[in-house]
């Protein structure tokens, strides 16, 4: 029962944690779509161009690195579980292993897709100067919605990560553990002393 409270305690931290990171990154993405350079904030000199730098792009890097850390914990949580769970149990159906690996696969393509959005936005924020600008020596700006589509996918990770984190069922493991406790073992002895004292008595008649 000990480790059974002490699993459901550590999948309930590393829930909290994934849930912290990940609104903080999507507070972090939300905030860039507003704090991003516009094109009325470009400067042209001749056929040169230049852009300011934005907050956007510190709120960018900030979206990537707690996001990051959110999957690196999540999945590592859950991969460790669903490693545990195979070897104490074989009964485990493939579906299920199949079901699992389908949603890890799942989490990491939206987390990809959010780094490459965050990651281009922001770097359109750095500041762009004349002659240089972002590609080719042309000036770009993010357009209208990238940072909040960044955002959306933060939020389908973090519902993939704490889907695949919270997929081990608690109910067997407490059975499991009420089977093995001192109080069941110590109710089947009454039993098993009832029962000798009537083949006991069986025998003497």
Not at 40 to 57: E, R, V, W
Not at 125 to 136: A, S
């Amino acid at each position: 029962m000990e480790k059974w409270s002490r699993g459901l305690s550590c999948r309930a931290a590393i829930c909290g944690v994934v849930v912290l990171l990940s609104a903080t990154a999507f507070s972090c993405s939300l905030a860039a779509e507003f704090r991003k350079v516009k094109e009325k904030d470009m400067k042209l000199d001749g056929s040169l161009c230049s852009l300011p730098k934005s907050s956007a792009f510190e709120l960018g890097v900030a979206a990537i690195a707690f996001l990051s850390v959110a999957q690196l914990v999540g999945t590592t949580a859950a991969a460790t579980t669903m490693c545990a769970a195979s070897k104490r149990s074989k009964s485990s159906t493939a579906k299920r292993r199949a079901a699992s690996v389908a949603i890890l696969v799942l989490s990491w393509v939206s987390f990809a897709l959010a780094v490459v959005l965050l990651a281009t936005a922001a770097s359109m924020n750095h500041g762009q100067r004349y002659g240089r600008g972002w590609m080719d020596g042309d000036c770009y700006v993010a357009r209208n919605g990238v940072f909040g589509g960044a955002a959306a996918l933060v939020v389908v990770t973090a519902l993939l990560i704490l889907g695949l984190t919270s997929a081990a069922k608690p109910s067997s493991c407490a059975t499991a553990a009420a089977a093995g406790s001192p109080a069941a073992t110590a109710t089947a002895r009454p039993d098993a002393a009832e029962d000798a004292e009537r083949a006991s008595g069986r025998s003497k008649q």
